[in-house]
């Protein structure tokens, strides 16, 4: 799982957590306060009818009649009342009625029978002098059938001669406590989703960093050449920094290591010939075999001498995790100056060349170093071909890219050796000699073309037999 599903699920859980019990409190407070809201003008209306009813009590009897036509009336108008989502289309506001002893006289509801005495809460409370409210279900079997009650006392000449309940169904008040409810669970869900986006975009800002470090390990871990990039913050930044540290110190001794193991591999043949020569030297022999065995040293002396040359350009080349210098380069010019460099060496094998180079093909790059791999490329190629045969060079642009193709007309490439052609000290022996070079012009042709952003390919031609490599850079715009 990666850091950014790490993050998102951990914040995910806990705000759910959260959220939910957020809810849940959220939701008991809100219809509390809403219950709270209604009874309060309840308690208002008790009290206002309560005085109603008593300013038309004579000797201490009640006449509740005008309540009761009032209530009647009121509960046959059609309504129109838009209170905001809520359209409300009729009274449904009840009251009942019953003397200082209890006894029901009037009920708009129906539910109390007239004439019988009345236990409740509300009706017991009030006639003692305190607040009497209570909250009962019209049907045991609806949990929305609650109705609120509030009570107030009916007061004449200082003497309570009765009470008057008003009661309200929590049925339209759940309305409000519904769309409430409602309105919340959106708000937190969107909420959430948006909390939810703004640490996924937080957390991708926070490890897009490790996301490039982890690429960067992986390319190093592979062999690739791949430059430190460049880290925000001090955190990172040390961490990019020790990260290049450690793959500077680890490449360093496998660089050593490898390079001890092939070095003393190559150098034993050059060395062992050198020796054997000089140990007959040292004796009696004649002339002709004299000039032989001193031919035999200066070659394999020169043979060394060419092999430290390349391990040294080679060593420089691979330290090097970026181009130094950045210049205009013609590829034309290029072509030229590595194929003077070894004119001489062509003409000797009877090799000829032919150029087909488009004009202004130019790149962004270090000359030298490509004139270098240019001319490794050719020193192979003039080492493979036959004699009296031609190297085709080729240069173009194709797309974006500059293409350097270099043809030969020898024996190609073996199918054991395709996958190693580009390794350090790997080497296929000469057609004409049977000799194998240092094995480090390839691989440096593969560094050039790595170091400039590009890459380099060699294979066999279709045509016939022969060889062709490929130098491929981006073309200069």
């Known amino acids: 799982m990666s850091l950014t599903a790490r993050f998102l699920l951990g914040f995910a859980l806990v705000a759910s957590v959260g959220l939910a019990v957020l809810f849940s409190q959220l939701v008991r407070r809100v219809e509390r306060q809403y219950f709270e809201a209604v009874e309060e003008p309840m308690v208002d209306v008790a009290n206002i009818l309560a005085e109603v009813i008593g300013a038309d009590a004579k000797d201490g009897v009640l006449n509740p009649q005008k309540v009761e036509q009032a209530i009647r009336a009121a509960q046959q108008r059609q309504l129109n009342a838009r209170i905001y989502n809520l359209n409300k289309r009729r009274v449904d506001m009840q009251v009942y009625v019953t003397d200082a002893q209890g006894r029901v006289l009037f009920d708009s509801s129906g539910i109390e029978k007239i004439g019988t005495i009345s236990n409740h809460r509300d009706v017991n409370l009030t006639l003692v002098g305190e607040y009497g409210a209570r909250s009962s279900r019209t049907s045991e079997y609806d949990p929305l059938s609650v109705v609120m009650y509030v009570g107030a006392p009916i007061v004449k000449d200082g003497r309570t001669i009765g009470m008057i309940s008003v009661a309200k169904p929590q049925r339209g008040v759940l309305a409000f406590v519904w769309e409430t409810e409602r309105w919340l669970k959106l708000s937190i869900i969107t909420t959430v989703v948006l909390m939810l986006l703004g640490i996924y975009l937080a957390a991708r800002w926070a490890t897009r960093p490790l996301d490039v470090l982890a690429q960067h390990a992986l390319a190093v871990s592979r062999g690739e050449r791949s430059t430190a990039p460049h880290m925000p913050g001090h955190q990172m930044k040390t961490l990019a920094s020790a990260l290049e540290s450690m793959r500077d110190s680890l490449e360093g001794r496998e660089y050593v290591e490898h390079y001890v193991q092939s070095l003393t591999h190559e150098l034993k043949s050059p060395v062992a010939a050198i020796l054997g020569a ?111 045969s031609v190297i085709v060079v080729r240069a173009y642009r194709f797309d974006s890219k500059a293409v350097i193709e270099i043809e030969d007309r020898g024996p190609g490439i073996p199918d054991y050796a395709r996958a190693r052609v580009f390794e350090r000290f790997y080497s296929l022996p000469r057609p004409d000699t049977g000799k194998k070079s240092t094995g480090l012009g390839l691989c440096f042709v593969k560094e050039v073309a790595e170091l400039h952003g590009g890459s380099v390919e060699l294979t066999n031609l279709e045509s016939g037999p022969g060889a062709r490599a490929m130098l491929i850079f981006a073309a200069r715009t």
Do not use: T
Request: aromatic residues 4%; charged residues 30%.
């Open 278 to 388: 000089s140990e007959i030297l040292q004796g009696d022999v004649p002339e002709p075999k004299r000039a032989r065995f001193l031919q035999n040293i200066r070659v394999e002396a020169g043979r060394l001498r060419d092999l430290l040359e390349r391990l040294l350009h080679l060593a420089a080349l691979e330290k090097q995790k970026k181009l130094e210098k950045r210049e205009p380069v013609d590829l034309g010019a290029v072509i030229n100056r590595a194929w003077d460099h070894h004119a001489l060496v062509a003409a000797a094998r009877e090799v000829s060349l032919k150029c087909e180079v488009a004009e202004d093909l130019v790149i962004e790059g270090d000359s030298w170093l490509i004139e270098l791999a240019v001319g490794n490329l050719i020193q192979n190629a003039i080492d493979f071909a036959p004699k009296s």
